[in-house]
């Protein structure tokens, strides 16, 4: 079955801490992105990651891929208020004969001052 | 500006009717996609297109109906089959394949009265 899963998939946190979101997904892949959705807007595109040992930083945020662990990380450093948001990863997986991209739940991130 | 426009951003339907949510992109991508997203959810794939003339069924294609009849445009039809359309649908293209990077339109809220 192709899955992807996110965890945790509610995370609350203080202003300045740090903490990482998990993603996990079932089968082979080496392209994987991260979005982030404001409530009751679109998704935005954060990281394009194409490569096994891939990592990208924008800001206080920084994701990467191991494509043998099967496992992408999206790391918060010393978080702030504007980081709340729910955060997607979606996996590019074979399906048929064809390539899809499958979704995580999303994590829902509150980040309090 | 190049992106994808969504119209219109809200729309209210009485139950027994169709209607259709407009999807027009100008980055000249090859596939487009529309999701369902409710409340506190992740994204659910209805239909997606590749090619001009040509759609795929997603996961919950049912009392749903599109048409690809130009790239730039990907329109979707809520028919009345559709029992609890109630959601927000957000419209994405890629530049070619689907396992590629997708980009979204600002989404259109339907609430059925």
């Known amino acids: 079955e192709l899955k992807v899963e996110q965890n945790p998939l509610f995370l609350s946190m203080q202003e300045g801490k740090n903490y990482t979101i998990y993603c996990n997904y079932s089968?082979?892949?080496?392209?994987l992105y991260w979005y982030r959705q404001d409530p009751g807007k679109s998704l935005e595109s954060l990281f394009v990651l194409l490569s096994n040992g891939a990592v990208k930083q924008e800001g206080r945020l920084m994701a990467s891929l191991d494509t043998k662990a099967r496992l992408s990380t999206l790391h918060i450093t010393a978080a702030v208020h504007d980081l709340s948001a729910t955060y997607f990863c979606?996996?590019?997986?074979?399906?048929?004969?064809?390539?899809?991209?499958?979704w995580g739940a999303g994590t829902k991130l509150i980040i309090k001052p | 500006d190049g992106g994808i426009t969504q119209s219109p951003k809200y729309l209210f339907r009485k139950e027994g009717q169709n209607v259709t949510l407009s999807c027009e992109q100008n980055?000249?991508?090859?596939?487009m996609y529309w999701y369902r997203q409710d409340p506190g959810q992740g994204l659910r794939l209805i239909y997606y297109?590749?090619?001009?003339?040509?759609?795929q069924k997603g996961d919950i294609a049912e009392g749903y109906s599109v048409s690809r009849e130009k790239k730039e445009s990907f329109p979707l039809t809520v028919t009345s089959a559709q029992k609890n359309p109630t959601a927000f649908y957000l419209c994405?293209?890629?530049?070619f394949g689907t396992g590629d990077e997708q980009f979204f339109g600002p989404g259109t809220r339907l609430t059925v009265l």
């Open positions: 297109s590749q090619i001009v003339n040509d759609f």
């Open positions: 994405a293209s890629s530049p």
């Open positions: 089968t082979t892949s080496d392209r």
């Open positions: 980055l000249n991508h090859d596939a």
């Open positions: 979606a996996v590019d997986m074979a399906m048929d004969s064809n390539y899809q991209l499958i």
